[in-house]
């Protein structure tokens, strides 16, 4: 079955800190796309950043980086610096490549960065 | 360049009555999938459009259907709405033939059912 599991249901981080945000998933598929977005209270879902199955490399946008780990199944999101505007609900999603529309979501991970 | 557009951004139903949301997409893109959100919960997929057909279904009853339009922008439509309807439906927009690119999302309408 495929699944997105987020194991944080809220997470706190002072301001200008680093802060991991856990995302595993669960697919038999060898060819997958993972992505984060960020959904502040306004509803917006807001596209952070993308990690193919096959990349070489740890994906970053700017203060945003994917700590990615194919044999744990495993693509944490890092940012780097926090800001107040960070503050939002942040979601990790799956997509097959070879199924251009459906994106799994998990649960979510709330986000509060304090000043 | 205007990104996803959702309309009406909010909005009060009964039971059992029947409403239709609209979705313009990104310039560009060709496909329009719809979501729903309930609150506190990550999105799940209704369906996706593409050159004005159904392509993916998601794990949602027949009372949700849609169509897409030469344009393609979207409709979403419910009927018999049952209490538990009441959530964050959004509406993406991306190219059918670039499966890598991220899907964009438009800002949401809020469906309340009294």
């Known amino acids: 079955a495929q699944k997105i599991t987020q194991t944080q249901p809220g997470m706190f981080v002072q301001e200008k800190e680093a802060v991991t945000l856990d995302c595993t998933y669960d697919?038999?598929?060898?060819?997958?796309?993972l992505f984060w977005y960020k959904q502040p209270s306004s509803g917006e879902m807001i596209f952070l950043i993308y990690?193919?199955?096959?990349?070489?490399q740890n994906a970053t946008e700017g203060r945003y980086s994917l700590n990615f780990q194919k044999a744990r199944k495993s693509a944490n999101l890092v940012i780097s610096a926090s800001q107040l505007g960070d503050s939002a609900m942040y979601f990790c999603?799956?997509?097959?490549?070879?199924?251009?529309?459906?994106?799994?979501f998990g649960q979510g991970t709330t986000l509060q960065v304090k000043p | 360049d205007a990104g996803v557009t959702q309309s009406p951004t909010h909005l009060i139903k009964t039971r059992g009555q029947q409403v239709t949301l609209r979705c313009s997409p990104k310039?560009?893109?060709?496909?329009v999938s719809w979501y729903q959100q309930a609150l506190g919960q990550g999105p799940q997929f209704i369906f996706q459009?593409?050159?004005?057909?159904?392509?993916q279904r998601g794990n949602f009853p027949d009372r949700f259907s849609g169509h897409q339009f030469p344009n393609y922008s979207s409709e979403l439509n419910v009927n018999a709405l049952l209490l538990g309807d009441s959530a964050l439906y959004l509406c993406?927009?991306?190219?059918?033939?670039?499966?890598?690119?991220?899907?964009?999302f438009g800002d949401g309408t809020r469906l309340s059912i009294l």
């Open positions: 990690q193919g199955s096959y990349d070489q």
């Open positions: 697919t038999s598929d060898p060819s997958y796309g």
């Open positions: 993406a927009s991306s190219a059918y033939r670039v499966p890598n690119q991220p899907q964009h």
């Open positions: 999603a799956m997509r097959h490549t070879s199924n251009t529309g459906k994106l799994i």
């Open positions: 310039s560009g893109h060709d496909t």
């Open positions: 459009y593409y050159e004005e057909e159904e392509r």
